[in-house]
């Protein structure tokens, strides 16, 4: 009735599906014990592959502009509930350990993340290899974080190391992303990019990001104490939704990725002082904000599923790739423990809560498959191709089911965990931790 | 950045731009006594005709479809909510009273408004016509419902009398809406609608709503009784959007509006025990909702205010449509009074607490500038001109104001409201017009 619209009646009953498959899914992994996200991509993979199957109801939502722009807000509000959990001092202090580890997890992965694409995608662009090594950088610290509260290490120095380098983490692959799509789009301009080029675009994420928290720290809390003082219900949802929007565009015009503005955005609002606002008795922003993820972060999860062929998989040498890929994305992080500098601490621990890649490298797969290069004879091929695509899944799917197992053994059998325990660290990461394994787990 | 996958970054400046102008207006309107909404109306006005006047911004959210879709989403959303207000037991119970005072204060405004509309737009197709009488047949009784609130006087006969009849409004004006949208659609189809096509289009009107909520009735408590035993965090939320969403597709698939479905099953759901579902403190169902309201449904109304040109306002004969057509729809209005059969009820409070229309006015004249008829020279027009339009946006804002202080005088002069005060049907009312109150605010 309303066509041409915007809202097409399909688009209804592909989001009622979307929210169906993805909460099935994921109660059936919560249920055997894995992350709920995990049960959401499972079941975007089984609908899609349906649809493959001749089953055409999928193919739709693959094709909708309006799925995708939700999904797309579905990550802002994933990566804003992220900054909202992420302490901006915490991030100062962690210390020289977190840094190190964070650079050496982060390079090593992207180096052997490349190199493995460069043996296994001999014809693609030398710009999906680095996208690819882009892919296995950051850290999604959700799921160790879960697995740590579980057994009661959240207050270790293990723990604190591992959330703290987390967060670099996040940042330097950011930067990374922004990096690789600069490249992206230099060379499908034509051109190639620079040492200067590059530089350039490193500078501008820092600059954005520095500008974003410097400023930000001296004007969000003036910003947003009169909107405290606002009468309306929802205030405060309201501006801070405005405020992760604007910050985000304003990301996408510095040649970021519009969910680095989302996590800036993030950062700062965690720092306001709420206690004017009236919550309406539901706790926090993050608990105002969580129907918004419950509701658009499923619609991201199902629809990367969506795009997993599973008939590609099932080429050897695809399955090859997939398996040395999650190699190079477990080896690569265990490198990292060497920038523990202190002693005491169970370093094997600290390498494999650094493993799981959860909805981080997701979102970077998803950037990849959405820029186009220019291929032969005029036309323009996805730089994460579908094969590619499929592999990075198999990865993020594979380091997240196996940091829980490995992780409550590594701890079980050194026993050192809670010997090296320091009860100075507790309150701010606790509370991170406990926010991130909601957004582990696919919800904000 | 992501060009081409669905969410150009100039959306998101876009949606802040919208909550901010939406709460901005909305907490003045709130400080002058006024409800929000007209706020966020006046505020996507104002936005709307700078652009006109040469600031660009706005253009581009008017063509968004993303921005559309979003606003549709925010509709089905604020229908849903006003469903799970709506107790389906009390709709059956209202008495021959309330279904008089709704069926004559539905069919005099639709004859008033088609007339009125005939006068002043003798060169609109017939259509136009009708469609105009239909934005004047739903009462918005949000505002009437938080004016008796600030009174003290919700648990009168006169409210009881006002909230039911405002609930068969409700579905009177959606069914009117249904078959003016099909005459519509055959005549853009090139053929006219016979009254065997009405007929038709009514009955299916009906047919929907009957199976939908004997079927529902029977089935939607079985179908949720599993859902209460999930454990993954959201699953009655994601659930139940789900179900909205397949019940507004299935309506569009009946030939309704999507509307239509989002409001049985908001009806259905409200009937579901959720005593089992761990809510997770928060209150319920419509708590959880809160949030996406809180974000879709004010980009809704400042999509409709976008569209007002102020220019077109400037001639005086359409200024003269308006002032008319408010008559017409204060008056017709007036009309029901006279289905009240019980004695001792002020007859002229119960006419004067049916006159707002609000938020449902506007959904009726949205889908009419989205639907398009075959003009002059093979081109298409809207079935509501812009000048139309921005009438009717008077017509809703008139109205919406003119209530509060008329209702007041009313009670306050006859000082018969609370002597024909009965205790039985407080509990039910009272929580209908709070929920309403909030759902006339622009809000979930």
Do not use: Y
């Not at 160790?144 to 723990?159: F, S």
């Not at 658009?296 to 040498?317: N, Y």
């Amino acid at each position: 009735m309303t066509e041409g619209h915007g809202l097409d009646a399909s688009v209804l009953v592909g989001l009622a599906l979307i929210l169906a498959v993805a909460k099935l899914g994921g109660e059936l992994f919560e249920r055997w014990g894995q992350p709920a996200v995990l049960g959401e991509l499972a079941g975007g993979i089984l609908v899609g592959n349906l649809a493959l199957a001749g089953f055409t109801g999928a193919e739709f939502l693959r094709e909708s502009g309006v799925v995708a722009a939700l999904a797309e807000l579905g990550v802002i509000i994933l990566l804003f509930g992220v900054g909202l959990e992420t302490s901006l001092g915490e991030m100062l202090e962690v210390g020289w350990s977190s840094l190190l580890v964070a650079l050496l997890g982060v390079a090593t992965p992207f180096l052997l993340g490349w190199g493995v694409a460069r043996l296994f995608l001999p014809d693609a662009s030398p710009l999906a290899h680095l996208f690819v090594g882009a892919t296995l950088c950051a850290t999604s610290v959700g799921i160790t974080a879960r697995v740590l509260k579980d057994m009661g290490a959240l207050r270790t120095r293990e723990a604190r190391i591992i959330m703290g380098a987390a967060v670099v983490d996040d940042v330097l692959g950011l930067m990374i992303l922004a990096v690789v799509v600069g490249a992206v789009e230099a060379s499908a301009a034509g051109g190639t990019l620079s040492f200067a080029g590059v530089s350039l675009i490193a500078g501008k994420a820092v600059a954005f990001l520095v500008v974003a928290l410097v400023a930000g720290h001296f004007l969000v809390p003036r910003l947003f104490r009169p909107v405290g003082r606002l009468k309306t219900r929802g205030a405060l949802l309201a501006f801070s939704l405005a405020f992760c929007f604007l910050l985000s565009w304003l990301a996408a015009r510095a040649g970021l990725a519009p969910l680095v503005g989302a996590f800036a955005a993030g950062l700062l609002l965690d720092e306001v002082e709420f206690a004017d606002f009236d919550l309406r008795g539901t706790g926090d922003l993050e608990e105002l904000l969580w129907p918004l993820g419950a509701l658009l972060v499923p619609v991201f999860f199902v629809m990367m599923g969506l795009r997993v062929d599973l008939r590609e998989l099932a080429r050897p040498e695809l399955l090859g790739f997939a398996a040395v890929l999650t190699a190079a994305a477990i080896i690569g992080k265990q490198v990292c423990s060497l920038g523990v500098l202190e002693r005491g601490v169970n370093r094997f621990a600290v390498g494999l809560g650094m493993i799981p890649r959860g909805e981080v490298g997701l979102i970077f797969a998803g950037v990849g498959a959405a820029l186009v290069l220019p291929a032969a004879g005029g036309a323009t091929e996805p730089v994460i191709s579908r094969a590619a695509f499929g592999a990075i899944v198999i990865m993020v799917i594979a380091t997240t089911l196996v940091t829980p197992p490995a992780l409550k053994r590594a701890f079980a059998r050194a026993g050192a965990g809670r010997e090296g325990a320091t009860d100075e660290a507790t309150a701010a990461s606790s509370a991170a931790s406990s926010g991130r394994g909601a957004g582990g787990g696919g919800e904000v």
